[in-house]
């Protein structure tokens, strides 16, 4: 999850391993689809439901205790918008530690090379990275089953996830254009990580190689996506040069994300433990909180599988093939110099509108497109709105806008009817849902924007 300060990670039919079989409800809840647990959530109501007394939850609770987990206000519950999360049972003013996790008890990158498989660890070729080589220690513990010192934590992990990784071809050509490529490359990247483990254990480790499979390693992966903590910690000689900033915090990673929250989380070297403080209060028996970070729905999506509704950060991405599509459109000339300075001022990433219309990035890239020569000169004055003929410029950047909204839109239109058109058999309900969501959030984008681009009047300027 990678809080605003520094944490990121599905359950497989893994039921070949001993002890794999460990049966949850809870993870039943969170595992039988959306209309399972919307049936369930209109039966619990809006309120909370403790969950804190499931055998596997007490068992995390004693386990934690023995390694110096000091007692918690937080609990375990269901709650009705976001499945399990934690719930304060007391007052929490602004400026609580709301929890404290001894260092003991977190999967660090040198708990792996502490642990038994360490000599395997540092002889890898090619190395590997922080999350790679907590993947491989997790499915390790995991095989180990009751015979792990982490059986406790493991037990509560969730065994499946809905990012994209989960989702089937058919289910992935249902999202929006930009979200389908971005997930396309992170399918790409995973499935590299998991080729470099499975050639190397193939040759040298044909213990792990026996029980070790893409299922298994992308629940370690997306375990470590989802709940992992920013923890810095220092960088070895055997792991490869990605960042060394990952932790697993039991207990503390059932804490679900709120754009709203306010927290500080870090590693307090006085105490040796990885605390949370907030700076919000919440009653007895409210969900508390925290932020994984300023993340718009497409990057929760991809990331941690899930979505928020009225999310303040959302916002719909033009990429360069548009701009390319505006050039051939309307003849821009003066092409490679415009891309130069674009380039030279880092303008070109990011070209987003949200809720509020362009953003100044696309704004100011579009005005640029439409400069002439002399205004092209002095492309400084851009910075202070005081180009000269500024009017012709803005007038001709908006039909730019409007041409690229009218792009977008007309793409929108297309994706929303492949889901008339895509058999429902193979489609799982809640992916459905994810992607209907995503395309419902761009059209809200890309109408909004269209709204206020038609809107704007130059004429008194
Ligand atoms: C760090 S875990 C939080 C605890 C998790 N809900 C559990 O039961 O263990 C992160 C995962 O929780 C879920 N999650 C977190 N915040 C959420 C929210 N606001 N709405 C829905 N699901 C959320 C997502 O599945 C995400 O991948």
Redesign the pocket.
Known sequence: ?HTQNG?HYTWISMSKYPNANIAHDQHQQ?HRGRSFRKRYRKKIGSRPISCANKDELIELRKWMKKNGFEKSCLE?AIFN?????LMTKKKILPGEIIISIPEQLLITTRTVLQSEIHDIVKSWTPKLSPQQAIAVFLIWEFTKGRQSHWFQYIA???MS???PLYFKKAELSLLPVSVYSKAVKEIQKIKTAYNDIASFSKEHWKEFHDVFNFNNFRWAW?VIN??SVFFKGENSEYLSCDKNDIALAPFL??????SHANIQAGFNHTTHCYEIKTFDKYKPYEQV?IS?GPHNNSHLFIE?????LGNPQDVYDFSYDDLEHLRDLFHVDLWEKKINILRENSLLQSLSISLEGLSWKLWTVLQTLAMDWNQLQKWNLILQDKVEGRNEMKVLAISFAKSLLQRAWSSHLEQEKKSHIISLADIQEEHMNLAMSLLEIQKKILSETIRIVNSINFDST
């Open positions: 999850m944490t969170l375990p918008e976001t499945g399990r999360g509560v992990l969730p996830f809905a990012t997306y989802t709940r990673d059932m804490l679900n994300h709120s909180f994984y941690y599988g899930f979505i928020t």
